[in-house]
Structures are given as structure tokens and as C-alpha cells.
């Protein structure tokens, strides 16, 4: 295009260039000299400067020239307020960026179809009758399910396989797994990008025993050796033939135990017993299958499994299906799109500060305009024109945003918490960088808009008549700025009342005095290999105890314990007892959580014995089984009897073959310790039982160290000694309580951080714009200071009259804000614990922050209106 | 009013479009040739000057009434901008010169009304 300008201007060139040449070689014929022929020439000729450009005129504009002149135009003016451009494109870079940034994050959650060929058919198969969340079922309901043809393309099932040790490639190393039936492939639709996949004898009972790697664990132990296929390792003293690599970022599309690496082949038996609830259904629905017609096919069999286990399966419960990307999404909760909405607003407090730049330079512009208006621009023209220039300021913002968000990224990544659900990593895409640009392109017109509108109907007479910045449109722009200024304060206000309760929220979950001492606490996981030195539970907690007493044996070391789980992590399934004697609970299902310990637990926790004794070394596997229970747990069943030497029978009411063989004998009350989660309202209730007189495996402990300094230098030394203990044996996920405890409020955090930042950078803008509007109103009035100033005013009466128009405009604000948080407050209340989204304590304390950055903002053009001189001021008018 | 004052311009301006497209009635001409032709064929009546002979050219040839190319004329030895009529020239000449002759009549008319039977 510039280019076929430039042909044109030289070709333009040359052409009047000949005409002067031939007009001197004729003149040279009728017998000038060349001088005087050529002077003549060009006498006649004229100014060429002045023929170029009329002639130019007579190319005319095409729209896209038009509009790149515009865009010249627009570049040039620009440039020339650097002040302008760069205070514009940062404010717009902070709201674009902070919405980029945050529109990764939820594209990636909710927008994205999972990473599978029609994955909109793709269903999670439950029960809804289940008090663990209605996703899980057992495997009799699977089988009983899969019976069912011509609903399901395929219907397989999936469970976290917890971890399992693989051995004999360089250290022993404990790898996240996942257990998975051979039809989950066909559901997923995918194969192993390297190897042929399970065989169908491996899926029978008895078969060899098969698994898939991931492309990670692949070239992290085998070395990407493509000869793995078929090769037989060692897994937890097991061994298993790798029947495939999965293709890297490969992943179970259901958000509980994604980091597996390995990848278990279920041998399913043809009829099952087992009532345990571990796992999921999922299945493609075939085409022409309804969701409703296959809930209700699916449906038929619980009866009948009902009256095989009456006490797992409920006769009335139904079956749903629910997509697995819904399923994924639900998992992610509300953050992501609150964030979005709290993002949405920092843009909009953007756009109006820079429609509130772009007003008060249109009205230093209206010279300019009113006189183009009168040399017959018209109006769509003019407000074509102030366009362009806002949209390219939109774009560079747009860009600048992408910068932002590009910098940030980083940092946001690491506030999203690890079980936000996310398929795929998240990352700049193509769609993230078009949202950046639209946003760019959409606050142009936005904040060009009416200030455009405005700008272009220009009185011609008054503002060519009255030539100075002066009153043509000062009121109804003053009107239109104060609005937006107004409303800038409201919705800054909006997000500091939403980042208050958040923080708070936080600060009381960092406050909540879990029961449990988690200073100097070092943990960490061990778990055994299924090989003759583990292979009972007697040498499995001799081990254990060998190793604690070498622990306890280090310097600066003053408690070593082990327990099957810590606290905050406490996710026990209701656990059926009954309470011997006691009427009431007898036979009932009741909502306590065990853990099995080692004596020294307490101590290690610093957890007080409300009543009663502690574990000794003494109860043993061979003496009188006990139990210790939570205060919680003594007052829900003995209410104000004493439980002391009371009896608790485990799994009685499942029938023999579940129960123990004797009951436990109540012999502590301890204090009551948070065990899920801070955010908890209610303590549970726990029981604690005696490692040695364990029912269930001990393959796996969590040990913790008592320390007399920050632990997590001890790391090292105890993975040394483990390893002179037991070379095979892997020590995982080495942490400090304290750190834990931290990571348990990954959740809030994610949500409180960023919702600060866009406070503050709200915040921020919103100051900047009561500046803005205060500045310019004093430089507007310099002269009426002046007169004022000469007629006597004080300089506390310029200085209070100058502030109270700010804050006049700020208080506004405020009020608006105050409504506007009431009504959005609520949507916040599902992230608020301990605080009510209408806290007056809040609310005033946000208001009196936004009134107190207000009131600085207008403090310093308050100062320069003082310092006026009237002489000055009105030579100046 | 505006409406007249344009049709005044429309006037003078068509005047001179006219009188470029008379010249290039007899083959192809550059701009010097053009506004040579126009002064002697007026016998000295007009002299265009330069300032509107060139835009007048860009405006017809943007309108399609003559088109431009760079040819070597005989007794030269480099390329010199030529323009010629068109199709769409050739019949607004004849338009034109029929809305020439109208007005020539009608002012002829206007000059001399006693003559008129």
C-alpha cells in the first residue's frame, strides 16, 4: 500500500519534472539561453511544492487509506504526549494484564474441552446416594453395570492407586499410581504412544500382571529406552510387564490422584463381594443414548445389590451421569470466575480513568476540532478520527497488558493451588492472546467513546469565538468526568471491601490454634516393599521402631513418632463401630476418624491428655486392646458420663468377618485437634489406637520429628540413615508441619492474593484519576482562585474548597461502593470463613482507606491551588 | 445557495476537463503537450496553469475518463508520461460537446435576442 504511494509520489515527480524540462527546451528553440529558458520555465510553472500537493488531493482516500491516515495521525499525537500515553497504556496494561492473566487460568478450567476426541461424551457414571461426595461406587455395582450392553461405547473403571515402589533402577522410589480397567482406554480414547497396550489375558484374574508408564517416569528411570515394552519390572516387590509409555501430559480426566506415573491393569473378577467404595465409573456414551435413558437402565441393578449389602447400598438410590468436564469444573469451584468478575472490574475502573485522559484532552483539543469542523470535516469523521486514536491506545494497552500478564504469569501459576483441577497445563494460547487483544480493542471504544461523542459536537461559534480552554463544554464534560470518577471510587471500593474479607478470612485460618504444636516439625512418608523383610506387620513396626530410636538418637532431636496419618489430612471414611452398653449408638453407623500411633505421638504434637493415660510401650500387641478418643468424640456419645473404661467395638455392626475380634477399652480423653481442615467449624471426632495392636496394614507410615531448630535441614541426615537401614525403601514428601499447614490453605490463598492485588491496583487507578479530575479542575479555575485570592479568600479556604469537591466526588463513590458490595458480597460467602460478607467493621475500615487515599489524591493539587498568584492568574485569563 | 455555488465550480471545472479531453482527441499527449495544445488551439485564449492541469489530469484519470502510461516518443530518447482518451473519455467527450453546443447557443441567444425569429 505505502508502497504503491511511493510509485505514485515519484512518478508525480518525474512527470513535473519533464514538464518544466520540455517547457525550457522550448523555449530554448525560440532562442533563450538555457538559464533564462529554464528561470522562465519555472516562473511559469509555479510553486511545485504547492502543484504537487493539490494534485496529490486528487488521489483520494480509500477507506483503509483513510483509516491509516488515522492511524498516522493518531501515532503522531500520540507521541507527542508521552505523559499522556504512558500514564493511558499502564493504566490499561494493569486491567488488561490482570485479566489476561486470570482468563488463562479459567480457559484452561472451564472453557477447554478436555484433551480427548468427543469429549462432550465422555460421562462420570455415580451414585447419587453416597455420603462421600456421590462419585464413587463399589465393584459389585461396576460389574453389575457393565452387564448392561448398547448403552456405553465404553464403560470402564478408575481408582487412585495410591503409591507403589519401584526398585532396582538406581534408588528405591515410591511413584504415585492409578488403577484402571482395560475398557478405560477405549473411553478415553487413547493409546500408548509407545507399546500395544494391555493384552486381554492380563485383564482376567490371574494373567500377568500389566502396566502403563508415563512419558516422565519413562526417561527419568528407563532413559527413554524404546526396548522397555514387554520387559518386566519390579514394583513393590511385584513383578509387572510394561505393556506401554503414555504420551507425555497424559492424564485420568478425574481430579483425585492426577500426578500417577503408573498406570495398574485391574483384573476384574466375575463376581465381587468387595462393599468398599474406592471407585469410579467412567463411560462413553454411545450415540443415541440418552444420559436419562442410561440412568435408567443403570439404575435397575441397585435394587438387587441392595439385598445383597444392605448396609453399603441404599434400595433408593439413583444413578447420574454427569459429563467428566463438568465434573473437573465442579471440582474448581467458584475462585476462578469470581476472580474474573473482581479482574472485570479493575478494567472497568481502567476504562474510565483513560475515557477521563481522553476527555480532558479533547478539551484542550477543541480548538483544533472546532476548526476542522468548520473547514467541513464532518462529525462521523472527527469522532472516526479521536477513535482510532483511543483504539490504538486500546491495543497498546492490549499488548502492554499481555506483557503484564506474560511477567506475572509466573507468580499466578504458583498461587493456583495444585487440586485445582486442570487438564493440561496452563499456558498462553492463542485464544488467551486474542481475549488480551479484544479486551484491548473493546476498552479503546470503551474509553473513546464518550469522550469522542462529546468532543465532536463542538459549538462552532463559542468555541472558535472564545479560543481559550474555556466554559463551551466545561460543565458537561465536568459532569461526565465526576460520573466517571465516581464511579471508579465505587468499584474500587467494591474490591477493597472483597480483598478485606478475604484477607481476613486468611488471617484467621493462619490464627485458628489447630490443637497441635506444628512448630519444628519435620515429616515425612515411608512406604515398605511387599519383600520377605516387611512381610508381616510385627517386622514392618519393628522396623519402624529401630528407625525411630536411631532418629531419636540425633542431636537436637527431641521426639520421633509415627502415625498412618497426620492431622489436616485426616480423610477416614465413617467407620462403623458400636459402643458397647451404650443403647444409642449400638449397631449405628458413627462418624469417628482413627489413626494408629506410635507412643511418643502426643509429645511430638505437644497434644495435651485431657483425661485418663497415654499409650505406653507396654500395650502391646499381646496385651488388652485400647483406645484413646478425642474430647469431641466423649461428649457425642457419653454426653456427661464418663467414657473411661468403656468399650468400643470396631466393625461389629458389619457382621464377623469385618469386626475385631474383641472390643477396646477406652483409656484417654485427649484434646481436640482440627484433623481436616482450618477452616473446619466443628472438631471430630477421633480415636487413636496403639500401632502394635493395628487391624489394618502398616506397609505405610507418616513419621514426624520434634526438633529443637527449623528441621527441614535434617532432611539429609535421616534420608541417610534410611538408607543404611533399608537401601529399598523410598522416603517421600518430606515436609515441616508448619509447612503443611500452609499448603492446607492453598485454596484461600490463590484467591486472597490476587484479589488484593487488584484492590490495590484499583486502588491505585482510582487514586490517579481523583488527581486527575482534581488537577484539572484547579488549572480550570485558576483564574476564579485568583480572583478569589485577591478578593481576600484565606489559603485554608482554597484548600478546603478545592478538597471538598474531591472528596465530595469520592464520598459518592463511596456510598455507591458500599451499596454495590453489599449486594456482591454474598457471592464471596463460599470463600469466607469466620467472617460475615456484610461486616461492619470491613466495610467502614475499607471505606475509610479508599476516603484516606482519596483525600491525598486531591491534597496535592488542594496545595497548588493555594499557592496561586492572583496577579499571575488574571494576567494569565 | 451552497447548492448554486457548487454548480458554478462544477461549471469551471468541466470546463477545463472538457478542454483536456479536446486535447487528447488527437492521440496520446503528455502534460506539457496537453497544455500546449490547449494555449494554441485557443490561439493563446487559455493559458492552464500548471497548479490545475495536473490535478485535473489525476482527477479524470482517477475518474477513468483518460488513462496514463510512460512511453518513449519518437524524437526522444526516455520515457515521458502520456495520456489518452479512454472509452468511457471518448464518450463523455461527446457528451460534453454537446452540452457545449447547448450553452453556446443558449448564451449566444442571451447576447444577441434580437436575432431570434
Same mark, same amino acid.
Given at each position: 500500500m505505502s508502497d504503491q504511494r511511493e510509485n505514485r509520489e515519484k512518478e508525480l515527480d518525474r512527470e513535473l519534472r519533464d514538464h518544466l524540462e520540455l517547457d525550457a527546451e522550448a523555449k530554448m528553440d525560440r532562442g533563450l539561453g538555457a538559464d533564462e529558458a529554464r528561470y522562465a520555465a519555472q516562473r511559469e510553472f509555479g510553486n511545485t511544492t504547492l502543484v504537487k500537493e493539490v494534485t496529490r488531493e486528487m488521489w483520494g482516500w480509500s477507506y483503509l487509506e483513510r483509516f491509516l491516515q488515522n492511524v498516522r495521525y493518531g501515532l503522531r499525537l500520540i507521541g507527542r504526549n508521552p505523559g499522556f500515553t504512558a500514564v493511558a497504556i499502564l493504566t490499561l496494561a494493569l486491567g488488561i494484564g490482570a485479566n489476561t492473566a486470570i482468563f488463562s487460568v479459567v480457559n484452561t478450567i472451564?472453557?477447554?474441552?478436555?484433551?480427548?476426541?468427543?469429549?462432550?461424551?465422555m460421562f462420570l457414571v455415580a451414585?447419587?446416594?453416597?455420603?462421600?461426595?456421590?462419585?464413587n461406587i463399589s465393584m459389585p455395582i461396576y460389574l453389575a453395570w457393565k452387564?448392561?450392553?448398547?448403552?456405553?461405547d465404553a464403560l470402564g473403571m478408575a481408582r487412585p492407586g495410591g503409591t507403589t515402589i519401584l526398585t532396582g533402577r538406581g534408588d528405591a522410589e515410591q511413584i504415585p499410581a492409578y488403577v484402571l480397567s482395560s475398557e478405560v482406554l477405549s473411553v478415553l480414547r487413547v493409546s500408548p504412544a509407545l507399546g500395544r497396550g494391555?493384552?486381554?489375558?492380563?485383564?482376567?484374574?490371574?494373567?500377568p500382571r500389566a502396566i502403563l508408564i508415563s512419558d516422565g517416569l519413562w526417561r527419568r528411570k528407563?532413559?527413554? +529406552?524404546?526396548?522397555?515394552?514387554?520387559q518386566t519390572i519390579m514394583l513393590s516387590g511385584t513383578p509387572r510387564i510394561v505393556e506401554g509409555v503414555m504420551a507425555p501430559?497424559?492424564?485420568?480426566?478425574?481430579?483425585?490422584?492426577?500426578?500417577?506415573?503408573i498406570w495398574f491393569l485391574a483384573q476384574l473378577p466375575?463376581?465381587?463381594? +468387595?462393599?468398599?467404595?474406592f471407585t469410579f465409573c467412567i463411560g462413553r456414551l454411545s450415540h443415541g443414548v440418552t444420559t436419562g435413558q442410561a440412568e435408567a437402565v443403570l439404575t435397575t441393578p441397585i435394587a438387587g445389590l441392595h439385598d445383597l449389602f444392605p448396609k453399603m447400598i441404599a434400595a433408593d438410590e439413583r444413578v447420574h451421569l454427569t459429563t467428566l468436564r463438568t465434573f473437573t469444573t465442579k471440582r474448581a469451584g467458584t475462585a476462578p470466575l469470581l476472580l474474573l468478575g473482581a479482574a472485570g472490574f479493575v478494567l472497568l475502573i481502567a476504562c474510565a480513568n483513560v475515557a477521563n485522559l481522553f476527555l480532558s484532552r479533547a478539551t484542550s483539543r477543541q480548538r483544533e476540532i472546532a476548526v476542522r469542523t468548520a473547514m467541513g470535516a464532518k462529525r462521523s469523521q472527527i469522532v472516526w478520527q479521536l477513535l482510532t486514536e483511543s483504539l490504538l491506545l486500546g491495543l497498546a494497552g492490549g499488548l502492554a497488558g499481555l506483557l503484564v500478564c506474560y511477567l506475572s504469569f509466573d507468580f499466578v501459576l504458583s498461587l493456583?493451588?495444585?487440586?485445582?483441577?486442570?487438564?493440561g497445563a496452563i499456558k498462553f494460547d492463542g485464544r488467551v492472546l486474542v481475549f488480551s487483544l479484544f479486551l484491548g480493542v473493546m476498552t479503546g471504544v470503551l474509553s473513546g467513546l464518550a469522550p469522542a461523542l462529546q468532543a465532536s459536537s463542538v459549538d462552532l461559534q463559542t468555541a472558535l469565538k472564545e479560543?481559550?480552554?474555556?466554559?463551551?463544554f466545561g460543565r458537561k464534560r465536568g459532569r461526565l468526568s465526576a460520573a466517571l470518577v465516581v464511579s471508579e471510587v465505587g468499584l474500587s471500593l467494591v474490591l477493597l471491601v472483597g480483598a478485606a474479607l478475604m484477607l481476613q478470612t486468611l488471617a484467621g485460618l493462619l490464627r485458628?490454634?489447630?490443637?497441635?504444636d506444628s512448630r519444628n516439625l519435620l515429616t515425612f512418608a515411608i512406604e515398605l516393599p511387599r519383600s520377605a523383610a516387611f512381610n508381616t506387620k510385627e517386622k514392618a513396626i519393628a522396623f519402624y521402631d529401630n528407625f525411630d530410636a536411631k532418629l531419636s538418637?540425633?542431636?537436637?532431636?527431641?521426639q520421633v513418632s509415627y502415625t498412618s496419618v497426620l492431622p489436616l489430612d485426616l480423610?477416614?471414611? +465413617?467407620t462403623l463401630l458400636s459402643v458397647e452398653g451404650?443403647?444409642?449408638?449400638?449397631g449405628k453407623t458413627f462418624d469417628a476418624g482413627f489413626r494408629f500411633i506410635s507412643p511418643e505421638y502426643f509429645h511430638a504434637f505437644h497434644i495435651p491428655l485431657a483425661r485418663g493415660r497415654e499409650i505406653t510401650a507396654?500395650?502391646?500387641? +499381646?496385651s488388652e486392646p485400647v483406645v484413646l478418643i478425642s474430647q469431641t468424640m466423649a461428649r457425642r456419645i457419653w454426653g456427661d458420663g464418663d467414657p473411661i473404661g468403656q468399650h468400643i467395638w470396631f466393625g461389629k455392626p458389619m457382621g464377623?468377618?469385618?469386626?475385631?475380634p474383641v472390643p477396646r477399652r477406652v483409656i484417654g480423653i485427649m484434646s481436640d485437634v482440627i484433623e481436616?481442615?482450618?477452616?473446619?467449624t466443628e472438631t471430630n471426632s477421633t480415636m487413636y489406637i496403639p500401632y502394635a495392636q493395628t487391624?489394618?496394614?502398616?506397609d505405610e507410615v507418616t513419621f514426624m520429628v520434634r526438633t529443637?531448630?527449623?528441621?527441614?535441614?535434617l532432611t539429609p541426615t535421616v534420608r541417610e540413615i534410611l538408607r543404611s537401614l533399608a537401601p529399598d525403601v523410598p522416603l517421600r514428601a518430606p515436609k515441616t508441619m508448619d509447612e503443611l499447614v500452609a499448603d492446607s490453605l492453598d485454596g484461600h490463598r490463590f484467591p486472597t492474593i490476587l484479589i488484593s492485588v487488584f484492590g490495590a491496583i484499583a486502588l491505585l487507578i482510582a487514586a490517579v484519576g481523583v488527581y486527575g479530575v482534581i488537577s484539572y479542575s484547579v488549572a480550570q479555575r485558576t483564574h476564579e482562585i485568583g480572583i478569589r485570592v485577591a478578593l481576600g479568600a484565606s489559603r485554608g479556604k482554597i484548600l478546603r474548597m478545592v478538597l471538598s469537591r474531591g472528596l465530595r466526588l469520592a464520598v459518592i463513590g463511596a456510598v455507591i461502593g458500599l451499596i454495590a458490595s453489599h449486594w456482591l458480597a454474598d457471592l464471596l460467602r463460599d470463600q469466607l470463613?469466620?467472617?460475615?460478607?456484610?461486616?461492619p467493621a470491613t466495610l467502614i475500615g475499607a471505606t475509610i482507606v479508599l476516603l484516606a487515599v482519596a483525600f491525598a489524591a486531591c491534597w496535592i493539587p488542594a496545595r497548588r491551588a493555594t499557592r496561586v498568584d492572583p496577579l499571575v492568574a488574571l494576567r494569565y485569563e | 445557495m451552497k447548492e448554486r455555488y457548487k454548480n458554478r465550480i462544477e461549471l469551471l471545472q468541466g470546463t477545463l476537463d472538457f478542454m483536456i479531453l479536446q486535447a487528447l482527441r488527437w492521440g496520446p499527449q503528455h502534460g506539457y503537450g496537453i497544455s500546449t495544445v490547449i494555449r494554441t488551439n485557443s490561439h493563446e485564449a487559455f493559458q492552464v496553469p500548471t497548479g490545475s492541469l495536473y490535478p485535473a489530469l489525476h482527477r479524470l484519470e482517477r475518474k477513468g475518463w483518460i488513462a496514463s502510461s510512460w512511453d518513449t516518443p519518437k524524437d526522444k530518447n526516455r520515457e515521458f508520461k502520456f495520456y489518452r482518451l479512454t472509452a468511457a473519455g471518448k464518450k463523455q467527450l461527446a457528451t460534453e460537446e454537446s452540452k457545449w453546443k447547448q450553452l453556446v447557443t443558449a448564451i449566444g441567444r442571451m447576447m444577441r435576442p434580437a436575432e431570434e425569429s
Open positions: 472451564f472453557l477447554k474441552p478436555l484433551p480427548f476426541p468427543e469429549s462432550e461424551r451414585r447419587t446416594n453416597n455420603q462421600i461426595g456421590g462419585t452387564e448392561k450392553q448398547g448403552l456405553f494391555f493384552q486381554p489375558d492380563e485383564a482376567k484374574v490371574g494373567g528407563f532413559s527413554a +529406552d524404546p526396548n522397555i515394552i514387554g501430559g497424559f492424564e485420568i480426566p478425574i481430579p483425585v490422584g492426577r500426578e500417577a506415573q466375575s463376581t465381587s463381594q +468387595d462393599p468398599s467404595n493456583v493451588p495444585a487440586n485445582l483441577a486442570r487438564f479560543g481559550k480552554a474555556g466554559s463551551w485458628t490454634k489447630p490443637g497441635f538418637a540425633l542431636p537436637g532431636v527431641q480423610q477416614a471414611p +465413617d451404650n443403647n444409642k449408638f449400638d507396654a500395650d502391646s500387641a +499381646d464377623l468377618a469385618s469386626m475385631e481436616t481442615s482450618l477452616e473446619q487391624h489394618g496394614p502398616a529443637s531448630q527449623e528441621p527441614s535441614g470463613y469466620g467472617i460475615s460478607p456484610s461486616d | -
